[in-house]
């Protein structure tokens, strides 16, 4: 794996061990007395971040003066061997995932679940339209007849709601 | 004859649960997805869990546990089928039986292969039941035993065995733990009941267990195996499979039995699972074994030794989850997560105030293991279908579904938010290391521990001596720290070895790159 990844992870972890310290020092203790009270474990907790991390810091630059390659022995999960692997295409479905949570109000499950399938699976490499169109047209529209419809879940629909609404379709979610 | 009483009333109500017809349903909707889970590889028992976690909040806790272990129990099984068949195992668990099975499976032997995984699993599996029952029963004793010390050293002892024993780094581990305890301050403080870090009107109940355990587990998997696009289905070919004779399965009971042993009490180790399980119990039984020098070359032994103790160490990490309330692995940190959500407690009452809870284990194993005794040799050629499936479409399909499955638990959109930004963190967090099953499992445990040990140590007259001092909190403080040993040996070993691949490659060269 990448060390500068690993170490810029580790400065994270710090930073985020930091900024907890932070926060907790400005919490109005409780009430009710204990000995640790409302700040007692995130301090700890905040400790214990900083500390890891200092320890993974100090690991990653002791080892880099000895050996100046970028990349070191793997830590984490493994790739498929013998697979190509993109960060990439990794991040930009993940980019795409948060992108469809931020557009179900507003466009509504019915128009935003095939736009998110179709995006992510042009990332993916899938090209045959029939495959896109099948995937993406039967997932979302099996999946809106049996939550909505079946179990009552109110889904999101944005501006199809009123269309649906007067369709007799129950179970709708007027977007206010 | 208390011991054969104890053991038979759960056995025997759990029996009494499967004549619901619902219930054989849930098993069988159950049975069905966890073969094909775990036929197809990259999706573990963590993944299968998550993806279904959210649709459990309709079901009542009793369908919810038959029906997530009925998912365990045939995924166990299928992760055998592509091991077999092309040398790529469904889990991690079954790689023993990728090296023997695809052996056989290129002497033309598949029948022999599939034949003994198949029964070999059931076995280890049945065989565990009463196992799991004999030792579940008596933890659930310790209730009364138990007070505040005890069970904030037990939360302790949970989550230091799993940061010991998941990843290659301790630190790393820690790092892990603590983040997770941070994301579970959110929200009410446990004593006072006034806010803690909650910024915004969204965060003042605090972050949904739920979202977070599944964005950490089942997501960050998801977004990890988005990084590479390939098919499985290159390597599918045709093939002939006839079921094998008794006089072929019975050399394969000796290690079958050994395997199931093995299996239920690894498996009760938190933090182990079932690939430890399976690994010892293949490595005990070669050294048993007449013909040691056939493993690794299509020994049916191994298969048998293998398959029967991953299976079995599905009631092995029931025992310290449902007994104690420590999850034994990243898919019970799950299924304790689904109870969570359902208003039941994590800890040595669980069983005792819920014993339907223990029934409903025993249902959803038995259940399922004769479903896949009906069922499981007919699906072993179907799951090659399975496995043609485009792996791309899974993918996008499964996170899609998640996104669903969460927003249903409680139709609030920041919920689904959460799980997704949970998942892009446990992205990161699976790529360099740092362990996602100590994260949940302490999102999971983190409300327990704190309050164990603040309500305690008022209950204490605040002396945190007489907090620790008690005997059952030391021994179990004790156990943590031969646990945290054990993850500091580990980390110095993989050190070890990071430093003898460097010393022995160029700079930059022969290193195992990701």
């Known amino acids: ?176 | 004859m208390d011991w054969l009483s104890e053991l038979a009333d759960p056995l025997i109500a759990g029996a009494a649960l499967l004549g619901d017809l619902g219930l054989w349903i849930l098993v069988l909707i159950g049975v069905l997805y966890g073969v094909v889970a775990g036929a197809m590889p990259g999706i573990g028992s963590t993944l299968a869990y998550g993806l279904v976690l959210p649709f459990t909040f309709v079901m009542s806790p009793v369908e919810a546990v038959a029906f997530l272990l009925a998912i365990s129990v045939a995924l166990q099984y299928g992760n055998s089928i592509p091991a077999i068949l092309l040398a790529v195992p469904g889990t991690p668990a079954a790689v023993l039986t990728a090296l023997d099975g695809f052996a056989l499976h290129r002497r033309g032997e598949t029948g022999l292969a599939l034949g003994i995984s198949f029964t070999a699993a059931l076995i280890g599996q049945v065989i565990s039941i009463p196992f799991f029952v004999l030792l579940v029963v008596p933890l659930s004793g310790l209730a009364y035993v138990f007070l505040a010390p005890e069970l904030f050293a037990l939360y302790l002892f949970g989550m230091v065995a799993i940061v010991s024993l998941t990843g290659k780094n301790l630190f790393k581990g820690i790092a892990a733990a603590a983040f997770g305890l941070s994301i579970a301050f959110v929200g009410l403080d446990p004593m006072n009941f006034t806010e803690r870090f909650a910024y915004i009107p969204e965060l003042r109940g605090g972050l949904s267990v739920g979202p977070v355990t599944i964005g950490l587990l089942a997501v960050s998997e998801l977004f990890r195996q988005a990084r590479q696009s390939f098919q499985w289905n290159a390597l599918a070919t045709e093939f002939v499979a006839k079921f094998p004779s008794w006089a072929q399965i019975r050399p394969t009971l000796r290690p079958t039995l050994l395997g199931s042993v093995v299996g239920t009490l690894v498996g009760a180790i938190p933090g182990a699972g079932s690939t430890p399980a399976a690994l010892i119990a293949y490595q005990q039984s070669q050294m048993w074994s007449k013909t040691p020098e056939e493993f690794g070359k299509g020994s049916i032994e191994g298969i048998a030794a293998n398959e029967s103790a991953q299976n079995a160490s599905n009631a092995g990490e029931l025992i310290p989850t449902l007994g104690l309330g420590i999850p034994g692995s990243p898919s019970m940190v799950l299924l304790l997560a689904a109870l969570q959500i359902q208003g039941l407690i994590p800890g040595p009452l669980l069983i005792r105030e819920t014993p339907e809870l223990l029934h409903a284990a025993v249902a959803g194993m038995l259940g399922a293991s004769v479903l896949l005794l009906i069922t499981g040799w007919f699906m072993a050629r179907a799951m090659l279908r399975a496995i043609s499936i485009n792996r791309q479409v899974v993918i996008v399909l499964a996170l899609a579904a998640v996104a669903l499955g969460v927003f249903s638990i409680q139709f609030r959109l920041f919920d689904v938010l959460v799980c997704m930004v949970m998942g892009v963190i446990g992205y990161f967090m699976l790529r360099y290391g740092y362990s996602v099953a100590a994260a949940s499992l302490a999102v999971v445990l983190a409300s327990g521990f704190e309050q164990q040990l603040r309500r305690g140590l008022n209950l204490f007259d605040n002396s945190i001596i007489s907090f620790l001092s008690r005997p059952i909190t030391l021994l179990i403080v004790a156990a943590s720290l031969i646990f945290l040993y054990v993850g500091v040996r580990r980390t110095l070993a993989f050190q070890r070895e990071e430093r003898r691949v460097r010393d022995g490659a160029s700079p930059g060269e022969g290193f195992p790159v990701q």
Request: glycine fraction near 10%; proline fraction near 5%; charge should be neutral.
């Open chain 1, 1 to 176: 794996m990448d060390r500068r990844a690993d170490l810029a992870l580790a400065v994270a972890v710090v930073g985020f061990g930091g900024v907890l310290f932070v926060l907790t020092s400005q919490l109005e203790p409780g009430v009710y007395f204990d000995p640790v009270g409302k700040q007692g474990l995130p301090y700890i907790v905040s400790g214990a971040l900083v500390a890891s991390g200092l320890v993974l810091v100090a690991r990653r630059l002791a080892a880099w003066a000895r050996d100046p390659s970028d990349l070191v022995y793997a830590e984490g999960a493994e790739d498929e061997a013998g697979q190509p692997a993109s960060v990439r295409q990794a991040g930009a479905v993940m980019v795409l995932t948060l992108g469809y949570v931020v557009i179900w109000t507003p466009l509504g499950y019915l128009i935003a679940t095939p736009i998110y399938l179709v995006s992510a699976l042009l990332v993916m490499g899938v090209r045959s339209i029939s495959v896109l169109a099948v995937a993406a047209l039967s997932y979302t529209i099996i999946t809106f007849l049996v939550f909505s419809q079946l179990l009552g879940v109110r889904l999101p629909l944005g501006p199809l709601s009123e269309l649906l609404s007067s369709a007799a379709l129950t179970a709708v979610w007027k977007h206010v």
